[in-house]
């Protein structure tokens, strides 16, 4: 329960950080700001697949069984936010949200595959950063680095993504069935640079 917990502010936290973005015209200042979600994640040690799943080939198997109630914890946070939100006048947000939701939906299972796995190469970059660089400075550009280059470059988040279709309302099996494609380029684009380093040694 802890870690579904945990899990579940992590998903808060990032639909707090889509929220910032749909709100803003800007979206070099949106992607900028987006990052608050995984700012706050990292510095309070939240559950966020995508940065969890970065690692699952250097834990053990408890870890990995976490993963999906990571995801669902996940889940149920950007939902949870998009719900309320709905009920707000800053509802209005939702108009953005369904114009995105629907360059989505209209890609290609493929292109959604891919640029999901470059996604979450750059989310390992962010997270590790924060991790590892010795220099304070540089533990949070990585972080904000990360963020804003794969939202510039229009890659696919899954767990940004639940909130989007969320907000937008525009759940159906179609969109469960991309976001599971998310979910696993994800997971490949999260260990990438963990497998490959391992030649490096």
């Not at 629907?102 to 590790?128: E, P, Q, R």
């Not at 972080?143 to 989007?164: D, K, P, S, T």
């Not at 179609?174 to 391992?198: D, K």
């Amino acid at each position: 329960m802890s870690v579904f917990f945990s899990s579940f502010l992590a998903g808060i936290c990032i639909g707090i950080g889509g929220t910032v973005f749909l709100s803003v015209e800007n979206t070099v200042i949106g992607s900028l700001l987006f990052t608050i979600g995984l700012f706050v994640i990292c510095t309070t040690k939240l559950h966020l697949f995508t940065g969890k799943v970065c690692y699952v080939f250097d834990k053990d198997r408890a870890y990995a069984l976490q993963l999906p109630v990571i995801w669902i914890g996940n889940l149920c946070g950007t939902v949870s936010v998009a719900v309320l939100e709905r009920m707000t006048r800053i509802a209005v947000i939702s108009e953005r949200a369904s114009e995105i939701c629907a360059t989505k939906l209209g890609d290609s299972l493929l292109s959604v595959f891919i640029l999901a796995v470059f996604c979450n190469m750059l989310i390992y970059i962010g997270v590790d950063g924060y991790n590892n660089n010795q220099h304070e400075v540089g533990k949070y550009l990585s972080l904000f680095f990360g963020v804003m280059v794969f939202i510039l470059c229009g890659f696919e988040h899954c767990v940004a993504n639940m909130y989007y279709f969320s907000v937008a309302n525009i759940w159906s099996p179609r969109a469960l069935g991309y976001l599971l494609v998310m979910t696993l380029g994800n997971a490949v684009g999260g260990v990438f640079f963990p497998l490959m380093r391992r030649f490096l040694k």
